[in-house]
């Protein structure tokens, strides 16, 4: 029987909302944020949309009307009570007060800023400018509306039938996976797929699916909003943006060469255990960790998110060796683009000699490919990324060049900085 | 848990359509409108919107955008080959072919014809001119819209746990509407409450309700579609809208006062058993039955829609007695602002002198009174009559001066062709 008054209730919603908490962000996002709300509080950023995929024309498929009041939805929303007791008592990593009440305090308060619209040759030109700490909030959310607006107008066409169908494949399709995964002996894996997800039910379907299917090997969701319902752990460290920044707002090229490091000396003053984790790669992991002071071969581990992984942690067991630590201690997270087989044969590779784990993105939360006839449902590679810091642009150069980004004569600057010699492209999916 | 699909299908509709079906409609316009089909195929007629609760400000509640969505999506509508299946192969009163294959060819070809919409005083002024026959069908899917619309504006603001103690509380109470029915010995009782019903869910669940808690003391639906898809009997005869439309296209006073009993002459013709129900009141009951010619006498039964309810079957037994009929034979069908409480006393008064059934409106398919604070969805008298026929004013005197409508001097002009004397009025609820 139908449930009148819960149809009723559906029903008197002007809009289905994609992004109904502000906690329905990454970890890594609120543990930056308070990074950066103690380090560089005054530093203003630009964070930019861009679509690497250009086939797909999301001002074309996306209502402009739609997205704003997605989008004025998320600017609505504060803490609730609950979320905010959530990050303040919670245990993260086995920490207490992960958050420090200076910020809770003022996150309490937060309201996202305001953003800046507008169409541009098929695509939407969307930044945030403002404050780092607060315009940062916005990468999770706005990609997740994105995402999940271009998923509804390839679905609004669908019949009834065809919608169950479509979804039943998709949860037989990652049942599947999940019944490979659970024969990998050893497995730690978490989801990482927030940013790029179908919808947010799906997510948190997917994460439910892991926890029922893979018991132990599941240890966490990057996303915090899920991982207090379904009480979990909420997982993450540190992402490009913190280098990126902290290197477009150094003043003279030695200051740029050392940037990287101040970054994870600031973290290393505030994290400790599962947090201290490496991401090398923004100019080039093999001259970052060349050049690395030896107290960040004491850390717990790195997280490859680009160029081949098995060359990335090849390179970073290499590393630790030289540096007198034993490989057997440290932590690898692959990140970058994962599914099944990339993950078996990862896991395969480095077992007994790496610790591993893996942040399963959008192949865990978006797969819907060869589900619908033209294949609509295609993941593509969105971000939305810290373009510039007090007036300076951003440089990325990452271990594939087309992950690469920034100013052309600025990046040859930063290859001339960090050192950085030929790379071999890698397509990108995700 | 959610399922995902379905509410992706659910949230994908623009409106939510109040009306779906063009059989969503009361029988006995189906018949009436073969009749006129038949009979009066070039008769232009209007009908309008009238609400008799000028306090219930309807154009400051609804939303005229909403309104118009509404109606144009009836407009949109057609009858599908599994409704016309239905009408074309159902035994209605045990007759096959109720509906005749010119009939169902020209209503499987039917959309409804355009409307004209305005704002008045707090009111909208909503009226359907066209072909009688098409027109006719206007009045109870109007009615429902708007009865359902008011019903939105007025929960749009409660919360969802509010909704389910609402509804919650409006089964209970139908529920001990129902328990004591139940109790009831010889009760024949029927749903008449499509036109001003709460919702069109609400509806069939007040009727699902029926069938388990009645058995066979229920005896169908007055809705067409509700009769389909729940399988019970369609219920229905006639209605005012035929002696007055005949009335008013009488072109003499002598016309005029054969014009109901020619009515009943086509409808003869066309019907028999529960069909022949007469319907004495549209220019007064006492003289009516005074001067109607003996075959009526012979009809099945009588429904009594104003007045006090009891002297109208009191009037009905003894012209039945004066004509030589024996009433307990006869059916005195009881139509008019019905609750439990009068169903009972008519029920106990008439027990053993004639056969007795009641058709069930407003109080059956839309009680909420005393279930929201303000009681925001009190039921409120809104009716769609035929107001002008080939350019001819309707006139409707009926047993209760409240239910009065025409211009004063045809009333004038009504009232002494029909030799109607003083009427003593009554307070109409719905």
Avoid at 46 to 69: C, H, M, P, Q, V
Avoid at 156 to 164: A, N, S, T
């Amino acid at each position: 029987m139908v449930d009148i008054a819960n149809r009723v209730w559906n029903h008197k919603w002007k809009i289905d909302p994609i992004v109904r908490s502000l906690i329905d962000n990454d970890f890594y996002k609120l543990l930056m944020c308070q990074s950066v709300f103690r380090n560089k509080p005054d530093a203003t950023v630009t964070f930019s949309l861009i679509n690497r995929s250009k086939d797909i024309r999301l001002a074309d498929l996306i209502d402009e009307g739609e997205l704003r009041e997605q989008l004025d939805h998320i600017r609505s929303l504060s803490l609730t009570r609950g979320e905010s007791t959530f990050l303040r008592g919670n245990t993260f990593y086995g920490k207490r007060q992960m958050f420090r009440p200076d910020f809770m305090e003022w996150f309490e308060n937060l309201r996202l800023p305001d953003y800046h619209l507008e169409k541009r040759d098929g695509q939407y030109e969307l930044t945030f400018e403002g404050k780092w700490h607060e315009v940062m909030l916005w990468e999770i959310p706005a990609l997740a509306v994105l995402m999940e607006l271009r998923g509804r107008a390839v679905l609004h066409d669908m019949r009834k039938f065809e919608l169950q169908v479509l979804y039943a494949r998709a949860m037989t399709k990652l049942w599947e996976k999940i019944e490979r995964l659970r024969d990998v002996p050893d497995l730690r894996i978490a989801d990482f797929g927030t940013r790029r997800r179908h919808s947010y039910l799906w997510q948190d379907r997917c994460v439910q699916a892991m926890i029922e299917g893979l018991g132990d090997k599941f240890i966490g969701t990057s996303n915090c909003l899920i991982a207090m319902k379904r009480d979990i752990e909420a997982i993450g460290t540190n992402a490009h943006e913190l280098p990126m920044v902290y290197s477009a707002l150094a003043k003279t090229d030695e200051e740029l060469a050392q940037a990287p490091y101040q970054v994870l000396a600031d973290w290393h003053e505030e994290h400790d255990g599962n947090l201290r984790i490496l991401l090398p790669d923004t100019y080039g992991t093999e001259g970052f960790l060349k050049r690395a002071p030896d107290w960040l071969a004491g850390w717990t581990g790195i997280r490859i998110d680009s160029g081949d992984p098995a060359t990335g942690a090849e390179i970073a067991i290499k590393w630790w060796k030289d540096r007198g630590e034993d490989p057997r201690e440290k932590l690898i997270i692959f990140s970058d683009g994962l599914d099944v087989e990339k993950i078996v044969e990862l896991r395969t590779q480095f077992a007994g000699r790496a610790k591993v784990s893996f942040g399963w993105g959008t192949l865990l939360t978006n797969d819907f490919r060869g589900l619908t006839p033209d294949d609509g449902l295609l993941p593509f590679s969105l971000v939305c990324k810290a373009i510039k810091a007090d007036g300076n642009p951003t440089v990325k150069l990452s271990d594939n060049p087309n992950k690469a980004m920034g100013p052309a004569d600025e990046i040859e600057r930063y290859k001339r900085v960090f050192g950085v010699g030929e790379q071999s492209r890698m397509d990108v999916i995700v």
